[in-house]
């Protein structure tokens, strides 16, 4: 399931870059699939998979994450991820994770999400394929894409939590890192939007700027549902068609610039720890350029 899983979601990240594609050339797709499109433009795959047994996984796919992102709002995809499991019109605060639990789920493994640069991505593990069981998911999941909630004081009491959550990525490795993204590509965005943001940003953000990031981006023409598993595809997309048809039908929003050029230098980065006069600032790169030819 987690192959047939990474296959569907690199097919939707891929998706836009089919237009590269010679004329009469597309991808090449498991006919297994059973895929759609609503009116308002919401995609859908589904594939059914009996292994293991009555398990059923949902992904909502949201082809917007920390590059879409403005200066003022570097954090808010990833912040607004947190948001969803903080109260929908369906799920009031804290009601979320004990209503999956009385299905049987377990929050972090079977009831997740996760933000990158170019998508956001939340994902539902159900431990039943009934039409039942899959209506409950999918009504959570159509609550995130379409009836966030976003009250503010929720949103400020997620401010500490993803505080924590940035203060414990701060290791070694991930400084590295950090400074790696930031040297790759100096003239895009890259560096300056990595998912997990900045201090000042998690710090003053309000609804207003959640409500513009979230109207402008989380819109059906931008999203994908996907599901895998032991299940009926027909019965699926029935379910899909009631849950997600109310969404408002726009065009799908165009990407922001990363700015992102291909480039004939070369960058050696050194890294160097911090030096004994007590910079804490933690590693750095010390980019040198040369020239191809």
């Known amino acids: 399931m987690v192959l047939l899983v990474t296959a569907a979601l690199q097919l939707v990240t891929l998706a836009p870059s089919r237009a590269a594609s010679p004329p009469g050339e597309p991808l090449p797709t498991d006919p297994a699939l059973v895929t759609g499109r609503l009116a308002n433009g919401l995609k859908y795959i589904i594939r059914q998979h009996k292994n293991p047994e009555g398990r059923v996984g949902i992904w909502l796919h949201v082809s917007s994450g920390s590059f879409n992102e403005t200066e003022a709002q570097r954090g808010l995809a990833h912040y607004l991820e947190h948001m969803a499991f903080n109260g929908t019109a369906n799920f009031p605060p804290g ?19 996760f933000t990158s640069f170019d998508q956001t991505t939340y994902i539902l593990m159900l431990p039943g394929g009934s039409r039942e069981m899959v209506d409950k998911g999918m009504l959570y999941m159509s609550d995130v894409a379409l009836r966030m909630s976003l009250d503010q004081t929720e949103i400020d009491s997620e401010r500490q939590v993803i505080l924590e959550e940035k203060r414990a990525r701060a290791g070694a490795r991930q400084r590295v890192q950090d400074q790696i993204y930031e040297r790759l590509a100096p003239e895009s965005t890259l560096g300056r939007r990595l998912p997990i943001g900045i201090e ?21 023409s931008n999203m994908t549902v996907i599901v895998v598993g032991d ?11 009631q849950q997600f048809s109310g ?10 610039d990363e700015a ?6 070369h960058r050696y980065l050194g890294l160097r720890p911090p030096d004994e006069r007590g910079d804490r600032g933690g590693p750095r790169l010390l980019p040198r350029h040369g020239h191809v030819g």
Not at 247 to 256: D, L, M
């Open 95 to 113: 009601s979320v994770v004990p209503f999956f639990q009385s299905l049987g789920m377990s929050f972090g493994s079977d009831q997740n999400a």
């Open 231 to 241: 299940t009926d595809p027909a019965m699926v997309a029935e379910v899909i068609t």
């Open 247 to 256: 969404g408002r039908t726009v065009a799908t929003p165009t990407p922001r």
């Open 200 to 220: 000042q940003t998690i710090q003053s953000v309000t609804r207003p700027d959640f409500q513009d990031y979230y109207s402008r981006w989380y819109v059906p």
């Open 260 to 265: 992102a050029r291909a480039g004939r230098a």
